[in-house]
């Protein structure tokens, strides 16, 4: 079956742009992920939803970012007034099974985001 | 306050040998710990998770160690290709909680 996708795969906005990124996760899965990675780093958790719900956002920098799960299946991270260090991959992840049971992740390819 | 460190930014090793890679933590209690591969330009791909309880954990050419005393994981791959080439990272869960914790990764190449 199909994985994780995301898009678009690559996004360049100015700076002060508002900007989307989709996430389709695999059909069925519980918990999904959004994890942003800079280059020569590892993801760095962002926010995690288990079906609609958002149960933890602690990871979003802060308030410009935000991110829904309206229907528990498609999600989209917004940043709004899109700065410099904002530029960074961002990865989304689903989990057939609710997050701290023990699920692998599956990884979409990232949205790479350049804000000039 | 919590820290993930994985053994140098790169490994180099020959063709056939076994990689080693090293996930060190510390200010953490994981229920479990995860091991992903990642090529440029791709997401993460998950290779193996080992539980607290578990001390070991294999796949194929792949074994994991976990030695919570020493708080510790240990990452091999015998018999190593060129293909085996790429970053791998640890990431470390807590249970019941949304987030995975990842290290910063260890980059391998396999030389022919």
């Known amino acids: 079956g199909a994985g994780v996708s995301q898009s678009p795969r690559y996004k360049v906005a100015k700076r002060g742009q508002d900007v989307a990124l989709r996430c389709d996760p695999i059909?069925?899965?519980?918990?999904l992920f959004w994890y942003q990675q800079a280059l020569g780093q590892g993801p760095e958790f962002l926010t995690y939803f288990q079906n609609e719900a958002q149960l933890d956002k602690s990871g979003l920098p802060s308030d410009r970012f935000f991110a829904e799960r309206p229907e528990g299946s498609v999600s989209t991270l917004k940043i709004q007034r899109t700065q410099q260090e904002d530029s960074a991959v961002y990865l989304c992840?689903?989990?057939?099974?609710?997050?701290?049971?023990?699920?692998?992740?599956?990884f979409g390819p990232g949205t790479r985001l350049t804000v000039t | 306050s919590q820290k993930i460190e994985q053994n140098s930014e790169a490994l180099n090793i020959q063709e056939g040998k076994t990689a080693t890679l090293t996930c060190n933590y510390t200010n953490y209690s994981p229920a479990y710990l995860q091991w992903y591969r990642q090529d440029p330009g791709r997401g993460p791909v998950f290779l193996l998770l080992?539980?607290?309880?578990?001390k070991e954990k294999r796949k194929e050419r792949l074994k994991v160690t976990f030695d919570t005393t020493l708080k510790q994981s240990l990452f091999h791959i015998t018999a190593s290709q060129p293909a085996d080439s790429a970053t791998y990272l640890c990431a470390l869960d807590a249970a019941n909680a949304g987030k995975s914790t990842f290290g910063d990764g260890t980059t391998l190449t396999v030389k022919p």
């Open positions: 080992i539980r607290e309880n578990e």
């Open positions: 059909s069925g899965h519980v918990s």
């Open positions: 992840a689903s989990s057939l099974v609710s997050s701290g049971t023990g699920g692998e992740q599956y």
